[in-house]
């Protein structure tokens, strides 16, 4: 287990690391490339998570998606004019930020102190799960499963994002559309 | 095994990554990507507990869900936050701030 | 069709006909809203002789001693678990109502024909003063206290446009008080109107019931219920009893009003045109006083006898503060607006008494002064409309400029003072009275109440006096100058039918107060045994 | 309540209620026919209180000295009491219904030419006859609550006719000061009637005050009022006495109430000669008499201390007065005083007989004073001098250009005095008797009231001696400041003299008694005395009219020498240096330096007391009511409107604070969003 | 596969089951498809035939939802049935409240064409009526679900339904800018609520509310956590419900997008919100051992700061949208307290509470719209003297505020009274003292309201306009919407038991 482990330890670091480089930087567009690091690092940990398909899902979707939907519109709302934005503060942790930093700072400090109540792994439905079977083991093959729930079990919500996705289309497409329709 | 708590304090600290982002960033885009940060975050929770969850599969789906969700906001983040620029040719929240008391 | 559901409504088909009239004919509006309170008057006098006595008639406490009575369901829905929620449409007088029902609706003739100075917006004017007669009309008939609380609250709005619309300069400050002053009373009237609903069950059907008739019997109190009186529920440390009297008598004591929430009244009614002055005078602060009778002595008997010392004090401190605030003005109408403070500190002073003699004299004082306030505000509408001043130091020797008008003031002066033979000497002297009785009869009030209530009727005569001596008598000296001497012509034919029947009421009260009392007297003698009972 | 009564009790009923409802009747009348009637308006209440004065007669034969009659109808029922409205007819009321009525008529007559030419003639007839209503019903009526009505019109009509010239500035300065200091009674008695109503559940008259009424079966026990029909504590009887006192002080003008009526002159003198001198001051004695039976020992003493110190004090204070009418109404107090003390010491008989005589020769001397006051004015107005007519310093002479009423002048004079032949000696007799008796074998101090009782008699002749010897002896003044101006002067028609006539016929002793020097054998006396009544025996009945009016009389022949002789050496004031020779210089001396100076500086003082102090005190009580009202007014606005601004101001502030996020920029929306779910972790955590 | 084949046909089953009761979201469906379609097909000139194929298309909901009420008592559910493997439940409640926000949403659609700013957007207005029948679907998921799944997936359909219709006016820089701020704290919202939900579904791996293991496996977990996880999701209700803290955005996007947005915005969300509210609670209510966190002490509580906070700030405000906006929130506060009661009759009273105050608020902001329309007047300063050249619209506005006021007789007092009477009767039970702090803030916040609100009235016909108005434009249809709600107000106010009746 230790290389798994490691990897996990691997791609967390990868993941924070990268997180807040994307947080700190005052380029825009390093920011927004660090972030793809950051998406694929989470896509490993899904993997490690036995989730394939989400971490496929993921990279798909967000990396092809919505990463280059932000690039897009970042190109198209004038590159240089937001680099100078972006490149107005020079300093790392300005004062400015500093109750920002602390918000999240402490919100780490309760977050985390309420995960080390929680005891995650030792949790009775986490136990009743591995008694009964119900875990994921890493041989199994989830795809098909997720097939056959997003049919029966998932199958409003699956229906109701359709809808979901015609009405964000025809919005976006209403807003980016410069004037008259004519 | 690695641990459920490794996974967690890896998305706690995502979340609040993301929370420092949408909070001191002056670009909308930055802080659209601090609420993907967030959304990923909690994606990871899912994910890694979904795995004790074999037959209904809540977490997994519920992370596939996100991620299309989190997709078509983007996608209207970013047309608002277009127009946004071409009405005020700036995209910092900070400074477009008509509405006030 | 009953005649109390004809008399509340009659105004409200007037206001719709006047609605539906093109503006072109406004000039008729008048005569249309003159009409209604007319028809209003006749019905009003048609109950009055009518209106049975004697023991089986005193009404307060009996539901079947009420007359003219209609009952019919109006909100009925079922709640499941929570039983039946019915609000019957229940309408009933006794005597404590009559005699203000038919000095209402003389009231509001008066306050028709004053109307003749309203310029502009005859329409809206109308309308809403029709919705207001209306409103006044039904809380003396409602015995039910949804109802109640509805017509007391539709009071508020037509009132603040009213004040709002057609007032003098300060008027929006005057609207806004005014409405906030009495809101603030009545929101928590509401509190207490829904707790009593939720304690009291109709023994006949077992729902709930706002029936304010079944809320005085302790028996229909449902055992453990927040006003039950054997369960002694506390709010906040209070005893919850305690607690829904005090806020239902500061509802009224706001409308009546008493020190210290008396001071929306100056600023509305010095600000409201002459017509809404009246009402306001004439009919709203009784209608706080009518409260008090009905709803708080009613059903708190309990806590009534407990508080009646510091109700008799309020009274006392009303009279005489409100008195010297008279004494202290320079504004004709707002010289007579303490003067309303004062005089309905004596009908506190006497319903506190809980005696025959003092509840009497109350009831005696709110249909006098509901007539004296009329013709006071009338009179200071009178000049104000002739020269737009009311200052009193602006005036000198009006008495020998308009000597028909300076006859009207000095009966009204003279009977608001409390001089014998008028109504208001009648009320002032058997509240003071009963005041006095209180001590050895039950032991509420200490003697020196009504004697220092008595101090208000001589410092009383003071500011009357005093406005008299300076407006009224000497060399001829006016602010204006000779426009004024031109302007301030004497009493037209209008003001003359306008006063004279309001001299002649307060005349003949004072001469024969049985016209009150013997129509009132088994209600007062069934609500002081009622209250003895506790 | 219909009790069936005997036939000639219903009649006198009837009688009673016809004369006091006429002139009810004439005051309808005149108000409302006014504009139309002016000139028949002055004989519809002449003849209204004709009529009264008739039936009165009537009324009064029947029931003087007769049964009482006492009928009654059911007002209004209050609660389980009920109200009678009813007539009680005994001597007392009688006696008073009749003494009003008739000296209402001749006052009517007299005013119908006095008031001539006053534009509003009706107005004042309109008036007049209501006050004659009012002071009709104030003494027939049967319970207390009826009498505080009418006694309060009294006050009121009263108001009306002090400021019926409401043009002149001290006029309605007057009336209100009258109606106000009336007031003050009116609340004391109102104060007493409650507590007599709250003790004995009735207003009625017959039943608390008679012989075997309630009052009388009270007795004070442990500290309690305890009566059949309950129990007060004891001070509620003082305070009921103390109540009445009030309003008898203020009604018939007592210290330290009585400072409206020298300014209530301002009203026409010939209100002034019915209402406050005759009928309406009196009415604070008859209340007396009516409740006499309350007043025990202590507090009938305090009357009679007040008393006597009003008619002491008055009388100093008339001495030195200008004013005609000034002069009479110090004098009306002085005289009330008198009744009051009268009242005081037991003497109830004597009290009401010289209210009685006091109100007929009261009565003519102002109607007197009238004359010399319109005679005067015409003078004034002819030649346009601008003088106070009133002023007696202008005076002098007149007697010669007025014999009519020189001679009526001289008849009241000298029944104002007590001079022997005159009503006036056998009313003031009777009470002076009446208190020497009274301080026998009590403490020395109690002697002072007789004795001063005593001063003020020859105070009074002095005054009056003044007064007559000013304005009818010597020359004109004005003549002499001023000659050669025109003098049209005359008594006057019929109208004026005619009720001088009447008057002066009742200031004689006839009327009241065919002995003119024993008191006891008048009528008037005997009907009010309890049967066998006053013995004979005392020395005091002998000595004290001799006494009395022999130095009343010098003190008249002093005034006349001090008064006449300054202007023109008559005769008289020679045959008296004649007699006393040198002396003559000497009393001068002793007059100017010894009585006189010191006289009238205590007269100066006590005027100059009642002025600022009483007055002032009066006027510094209306002062700081007026402070106290500005600064309740004051309280009002800033404190109590003060707590609703502040009220708004908390709202604003918290409204200021939840606007104080939305400065429009979304992240520091999410940044206090997420402080605010921070906090609430936090809490959770540290809970 | 091999895993859930043996479960296959039963979830097929529950499926075929689930859709009777699915017939209004199927319709909705069609709907939405229908106009996209027309929308395409006729392009610019579809601005009419879209609205009246969504007003007709929602009618037809109505009447779905109506039979709806027959079909849950034919079945004999009275407490309600749970459909697509118990993501939804269909209660009576629910079908109340569908049916409100369907007739709202028809009023809405009908008053959408009626103004005059949004009139003037260059892009046409088709594209509205797809968004908003689309969301139309979204409230109606929102009203049922009870599935932490979709729960999430209503909320942000409504959500991202609702950034587009804000920023609609893309030409209009106030619109775009509530748009951006809009989007931004909504993003920010669900995802705070996602890790919310994230963590329960960890504590748990149950999404399911009701059948599932999620309450009983919450009790076993650290307390404090699961209250953590539970304010998270709080905040992504609170979103919709704009109680405070989640109540920052509501002013600015009130004043900022097209008042007809406005009034969807401040209506329709809000109501399925409550609906949401009332579903997510009661699992956690009526579980009997609940002690994890106490709902209705942190309801209580953020109900008292909500009605404070709301009506209190609204008093200094000028523009009247956005005076709507925080009496808005105010509104929220007090409907909260009705929910606290978490009984039957506190549910009926939060119905008929939310029905009167939509249609008070859309009246309102319809004559805000009709001011504008025909006289330009965004701030109240703009109304002086308003009031007698517009009659009509005035007295309706006037009623539409002492609805919202609370003042007899309109609906809006009938409302309060009947939420007051169901707290009244909780606090008879319990004897909670908070109930009472609540309760008279609720009647202390009515005399703060009408401070506010009269500033409309006063404005129109008290004060007197500075510059005469000369507009001859006219707006007769949303003079006829308002006068035809006002005259609702009154009825329902009058006769509570046409409405109350079916609650």
Redesign the interface.
């Known amino acids: 287990?230790s290389l798994?482990?490691a990897l996990?330890y691997v791609m967390?670091f990868i993941?924070?690391a990268s997180?807040?480089y994307?947080?700190t930087t005052t380029n825009?567009v390093r920011?927004?490339f660090m972030?793809f690091i950051?998406?694929f690092a989470?896509a490993g940990?899904?993997v490690?998570?036995?989730?394939d398909?989400?971490a496929i899902?993921?990279i798909v979707?967000?990396v092809g998606?919505?990463l280059v939907?932000?690039l897009?519109?970042?190109m198209?709302?004038?590159k240089e004019?937001?680099n100078a934005?972006?490149r107005?503060?020079k300093t790392f942790i300005s004062i400015?930020?500093l109750?920002?930093?602390l918000?999240?700072?402490l919100?780490?400090i309760v977050?985390?102190n309420m995960?080390?109540k929680?005891?995650?792994?030792n949790l009775e439905?986490?136990k009743k799960?591995?008694a009964l079977?119900?875990?994921?083991q890493p041989d199994?093959a989830?795809t098909e499963?997720?097939g056959v729930?997003?049919m029966t079990?998932?199958l409003l919500?699956f229906e109701a994002?359709s809808i979901?996705?015609m009405v964000?289309?025809i919005?976006?497409?209403h807003?980016?559309r410069k004037g008259d329709r004519s | 095994?690695?641990?459920?708590?490794?996974?967690?304090?890896?998305?706690?600290?995502?979340?609040?990554?993301?929370?420092?982002?949408?909070?001191?960033?002056?670009?909308?885009?930055?802080?659209?990507?601090?609420?993907?940060?967030?959304?990923?975050?909690?994606?990871?929770?899912?994910?890694?507990?979904?795995?004790?969850?074999?037959?209904?599969?809540?977490?997994?789906?519920?992370?596939?869900?996100?991620?299309?969700?989190?997709?078509?906001?983007?996608?209207?983040?970013?047309?608002?936050?277009?127009?946004?620029?071409?009405?005020?040719?700036?995209?910092?929240?900070?400074k477009?701030?008509?509405?006030?008391? | 069709m009953n005649i109390l559901t004809l008399i509340i409504f009659t105004p409200l088909l007037f206001g719709l006909i006047i609605a539906l009239m093109p503006s072109r004919w406004r000039s008729s509006f008048k005569y249309v809203a003159l009409l209604a309170t007319l028809v209003q008057l006749a019905m009003s006098i048609w109950i009055y002789c009518n209106f049975k006595t004697g023991a089986a008639f005193g009404g307060i406490n009996h539901e079947t001693q009420f007359q003219f009575m209609q009952k019919l369901p109006w909100i009925n829905l079922d709640l499941g678990a929570m039983g039946k929620m019915q609000i019957d449409y229940f309408v009933g007088i006794d005597g404590m109502s009559v005699s203000l029902l038919v000095m209402t609706s003389f009231v509001l003739v008066i306050a028709a024909l004053s109307s003749w100075e309203i310029k502009s917006n005859l329409k809206g004017f109308f309308i809403l003063f029709l919705i207001l007669d209306m409103a006044v009309t039904g809380v003396f008939c409602s015995l039910d206290f949804f109802m109640f609380y509805i017509f007391y609250e539709l009071m508020l709005l037509p009132l603040y446009f009213l004040i709002g619309m057609w007032g003098g300069a300060k008027r929006e400050y005057a609207a806004i008080k005014f409405f906030l002053y009495t809101l603030f009373g009545s929101v928590f009237m509401l509190l207490i109107m829904v707790g009593l609903y939720l304690s009291v069950k109709d023994p006949v059907t077992g729902n709930h019931t706002f029936n304010m008739v079944q809320m005085m019997n302790p028996a229909n109190y449902e055992p453990g219920s927040v006003f039950s009186v054997a369960a002694h529920q506390t709010i906040f440390g209070l005893s919850a009893r305690a607690v829904g009297f005090v806020v239902l008598f500061v509802a009224f004591a706001i409308k009546v009003p008493v020190v210290p929430l008396h001071t929306w009244l100056p600023d509305a009614h010095v600000e409201a045109p002459t017509p809404i002055s009246i009402i306001l005078a004439g009919i709203l602060l009784k209608v706080g006083g009518y409260g008090i009778i009905r709803v708080c002595l009613s059903i708190f008997p309990d806590i009534a006898s407990s508080g009646a010392y510091w109700l008799g004090l309020l009274g006392v401190i009303s009279i005489i503060y409100g008195a010297f605030n008279a004494l202290a003005q320079k504004d004709l109408k707002r010289m007579i607006a303490y003067s309303s403070v004062s005089h309905m500190g004596f009908v506190l002073l006497g319903l506190a008494s809980q005696t025959a003699e003092g509840i009497s004299g109350a009831v005696m004082q709110m249909v006098s002064h509901g007539f004296l306030s009329t013709m006071l505000f009338f009179l200071a509408g009178v000049i104000y409309n002739r020269v737009h001043d009311r200052g009193i130091n602006h005036f000198r020797g009006l008495a020998s400029v308009m000597p028909n008008y300076t006859a009207f003031v000095i009966v009204a002066f003279f009977a608001s003072l409390g001089l014998p033979g008028f109504s208001a000497f009648i009320g002032e002297i058997f509240s003071l009275t009963g005041a006095f009785k209180s001590h050895t009869v039950n032991g509420l009030l200490p003697y020196w109440m009504a004697a220092c209530g008595s101090a208000g009727i001589l410092i009383g005569a003071g500011y009357f006096l005093w406005t008299l001596q300076r407006m009224f008598f000497g060399t001829v000296n006016f602010k204006g100058g000779t426009v004024w001497q031109t302007a301030l012509v004497d009493l037209n034919f209008r003001e003359k039918l306008t006063l004279f029947p309001l001299a002649i009421m307060v005349l003949a009260l004072g001469l024969m107060p049985s016209l009150v009392f013997y129509k009132i007297n088994d209600s007062v003698l069934a609500l002081v045994q009622f209250l003895q009972l506790k | 309540m219909e009790q069936f009564l005997q036939a000639i009790d219903t009649q006198t009923i009837i009688f009673t209620l016809t004369a006091v409802l006429l002139p009810l009747l004439a005051f309808v009348l005149n108000i409302t026919m006014r504009g139309r009637w002016d000139k028949i308006s002055g004989w519809v209440s002449t003849v209204a209180i004709l009529l009264s004065c008739i039936l009165s007669g009537f009324v009064f034969a029947r029931v003087w000295n007769g049964h009482p009659v006492h009928q009654q109808l059911l007002w209004f029922t209050i609660g389980n009491t009920q109200l009678y409205a009813g007539i009680l007819l005994n001597n007392l009321s009688v006696l008073m219904l009749l003494l009003v009525s008739v000296i209402a008529l001749p006052v009517h007559i007299y005013s119908t030419a006095y008031m001539k030419d006053d534009e509003h003639y009706t107005r004042y007839f309109a008036f007049l006859s209501f006050f004659c209503f009012s002071m009709l019903a104030l003494v027939v009526v049967d319970n207390l609550f009826l009498f505080y009505i009418s006694w309060e019109l009294v006050g009121f009509s009263s108001y009306l006719l002090i400021g019926f010239w409401f043009k002149r500035h001290k006029a309605i300065m007057a009336n209100k000061k009258a109606f106000i200091m009336n007031r003050i009674g009116d609340m004391g008695l109102l104060i007493a009637i409650m507590v007599l109503f709250t003790q004995y559940h009735t207003f009625d008259i017959t039943q608390i005050f008679a012989d075997n009424g309630l009052i009388s079966r009270s007795v004070m026990k442990n500290g309690l009022w305890v009566s059949p029909t309950g129990h007060l504590p004891a001070i509620w009887q003082y305070i009921a006495c103390g109540g009445v006192f009030l309003a008898v002080a203020a009604k018939s003008a007592q210290f330290p109430l009585h400072t409206w009526l020298p300014d209530a002159m301002e009203g026409p003198t010939s209100v002034s000669a019915l209402i406050h001198a005759a009928t309406m001051v009196a009415a604070g004695v008859f209340l007396l008499g009516r409740v006499y039976p309350m007043f025990n020992g202590t507090e009938l003493t305090i009357l009679a201390i007040i008393g006597c110190f009003t008619a002491f004090m008055a009388a100093t204070i008339a001495l030195t007065q200008n004013d005609l009418k000034r002069i009479l109404a110090y004098s009306t107090i002085s005289q009330l005083g008198y009744m009051v003390m009268a009242m005081g010491i037991g003497a109830y008989a004597s009290s009401l007989f010289h209210l009685v005589t006091h109100s007929f020769f009261k009565a003519l001397l102002f109607l007197v004073a009238g004359i010399v006051i319109h005679q005067m004015r015409h003078i004034n107005d002819d030649n346009g001098l601008g003088i106070d007519p009133q002023d007696i310093q202008h005076m002098g002479g007149l007697r010669k250009k007025l014999p009519f009423t020189f001679i009526a002048a001289i008849i009241g004079g000298l029944a104002l005095v007590g001079l022997p032949l005159t009503s006036g000696y056998l009313s003031k007799d009777s009470i002076l008797i009446h208190a020497f008796e009274w301080a026998d074998g009590k403490g020395p101090l109690f002697k002072l009231i007789p004795v001063f009782a005593l001063l003020t008699t020859w105070l009074t002749a002095f005054y009056v001696a003044r007064l007559i010897v000013k304005v009818f002896f010597g020359e004109l003044r004005l003549l002499k400041n001023t000659p050669g101006i025109k003098l049209h002067v005359s008594d006057g028609s019929w109208a004026y003299k005619l009720p001088l006539v009447l008057l002066a016929a009742g200031c004689l002793f006839p009327l009241f008694s065919a002995n003119p020097i024993e008191f006891t054998r008048s009528w008037l006396f005997k009907g009010f005395s309890p049967a066998g009544g006053f013995g004979a025996e005392s020395s005091a009945y002998a000595l004290l009219p001799v006494l009395v009016n022999s130095l009343s009389l010098l003190v008249i022949y002093w005034a006349w020498l001090i008064y006449a002789k300054q202007k023109a050496g008559s005769l008289l004031q020679r045959g008296f240096l004649y007699r006393l020779s040198f002396n003559a210089w000497y009393f001068d001396e002793i007059y100017n330096n010894g009585i006189i100076k010191p006289v009238l500086a205590l007269g100066r003082f006590t005027f100059w007391f009642d002025r600022i102090i009483i007055n002032g005190s009066v006027n510094s009580l209306a002062r700081t009511g007026i402070l106290v009202s500005k600064l309740s007014s004051w309280f009002d606005r800033n404190i109590i409107d003060g707590f609703l601004n502040l009220l708004v101001a908390i709202v604003r502030a918290i409204g200021n604070f939840a606007?104080k996020f939305?400065?429009?920029?979304?992240?520091?929306y999410?940044?206090s969003m997420?402080v605010i779910i921070l906090s609430l972790f936090i809490l959770k955590i540290l809970v | 596969m091999h895993?859930?084949l043996p479960?296959l046909p039963g979830s097929i089953n529950n499926v075929l089951d689930s859709i009777p009761y699915f017939m209004p979201e199927f319709y909705l469906a069609l709907l939405f498809v229908l106009v996209l379609v027309t929308d395409l097909l006729f392009g610019r000139d579809s601005k009419k035939l879209c609205r009246i194929i969504a007003c007709a298309g929602i009618l037809l909901v109505v009447h779905k939802d109506y039979q709806q009420i027959e079909l849950l008592l034919f079945t004999g559910q009275a407490n309600g049935h749970f459909f697509f493997s118990e993501m939804l439940l269909l209660t009576h409640t629910a079908v109340n409240f569908k049916l409100i926000v369907d007739v709202l949403a028809f009023i809405l659609l009908l008053y959408f064409g009626w103004d005059d700013n949004l009139n003037e957007h260059p892009k046409g207005q088709s594209d509205l009526y797809s968004i908003v029948t689309g969301s139309v679907f979204g409230l109606h998921l929102m009203i049922m679900a009870v599935n932490?799944?979709s729960i999430?997936?209503a909320i942000?359909m409504v959500?991202?339904a609702s950034?587009?219709m804000v920023?609609y006016q893309?030409e209009n820089?106030?619109s775009?800018?509530?748009?951006?701020?809009y989007?931004?704290f909504g993003?920010?919202a669900?995802?705070?609520m996602?890790?919310g939900?994230?963590?329960l579904?960890?504590f748990t791996?149950?999404?399911n509310l009701f059948s599932g293991n999620l309450v009983t496996g919450l009790m076993h977990v650290n307390p404090v956590a699961v209250s953590f996880a539970l304010i998270l999701v709080f905040i992504g209700i609170g979103f919709k419900l704009s109680f405070v803290p989640v109540h920052f955005w509501v002013?600015?996007?009130y004043?900022?997008a097209p008042t007809p947005v406005t009034a969807w915005l401040s209506t329709l969300p809000k109501i399925a919100g409550f609906a949401l509210l009332i579903n997510f609670l009661r699992p956690f209510i009526f579980f009997q051992n609940w002690n994890a966190f106490d709902f209705r002490l942190f309801l209580e509580v953020i109900s008292i700061i909500t009605m404070i906070a709301g009506n209190f700030?609204a008093v200094?405000?000028k523009n009247v949208k956005?005076m709507l906006a925080y009496s808005s929130i105010g509104h929220t506060g007090f409907a909260m307290l009705a929910v606290v009661t978490f009984n039957a009759a506190g549910f009926s009273a939060l119905t008929y509470y939310l029905a009167a105050y939509g249609i008070a608020n859309i009246c309102a902001l319809a004559l805000a719209t009709y001011f504008t329309n025909v006289a330009g007047a965004v701030d109240m300063d703009g109304y002086r003297g308003l009031g007698l050249k517009y009659p009509a619209a005035s007295v309706c506005f006037v009623i539409a505020l002492v609805s919202l006021t609370g003042l007899p007789v309109s609906a809006g007092f009938t409302g309060k009274l009947f939420v007051f009477s169901a707290v009244y009767s909780f606090y008879q039970q319990t004897h909670n003292f908070i109930l009472l702090v609540m309760m008279i803030t609720g009647a202390l916040i009515t005399v703060v309201s009408l401070f506010y609100y009269i500033k409309i009235p006063l404005n129109l016909f008290i004060k007197r306009a500075d510059v005469p108005v000369n507009s001859t434009a006219k707006s007769t249809e949303i003079l006829i919407l308002a006068v035809v709600l006002s005259i609702l107000i009154i009825l329902l106010g009058v006769f509570p038991d046409l409405l109350l009746k079916y609650f």
């Open positions: 287990m798994v482990q996990f967390s993941a924070l997180a807040v994307v947080a825009l920011s927004i972030f950051t998406l989470l940990l899904y490690l998570a036995l989730a398909f989400v899902t993921q979707i967000y998606g919505i939907l932000i897009f519109a970042f198209l709302s004038g004019t937001l934005i972006g107005e503060r400015g930020n109750p920002a930093l918000l999240a700072a919100f780490l977050l985390v995960i080390f929680v005891d995650a792994d439905w986490i799960s591995v079977k119900n875990d994921i199994a989830m499963n997720i729930n997003l079990t998932y919500p994002i979901i996705l964000a289309l919005g976006a497409a807003l980016s | 095994m690695i641990s459920l708590t490794g996974y967690m304090v890896v998305s706690a600290g995502l979340f609040c990554i993301g929370l420092y982002m949408i909070v001191s960033k002056h670009n909308a885009i930055q802080i659209l990507i601090g609420i993907e940060l967030m959304l990923n975050a909690a994606i990871l929770n899912l994910v890694a507990f979904g795995r004790y969850d074999r037959f209904n599969n809540g977490g997994q789906m519920f992370a596939l869900y996100a991620i299309v969700l989190a997709a078509a906001t983007t996608a209207v983040a970013l047309a608002i936050i277009l127009n946004v620029y071409r009405q005020y040719k700036t995209i910092d929240p900070g477009i701030d008509e509405l006030k008391d | 606007r939305q400065n429009g920029r979304v992240q520091y999410l940044f997420l | 895993d859930l479960f932490l799944l999430y997936l942000e959500s991202i950034y587009l920023a893309s820089a106030l775009t800018e509530s748009g951006l701020k989007v931004l993003a920010a669900s995802a705070v996602l890790y939900i994230s963590l579904y960890a791996g149950s999404l002013p600015d996007i004043q900022g700030a200094l405000q956005r």
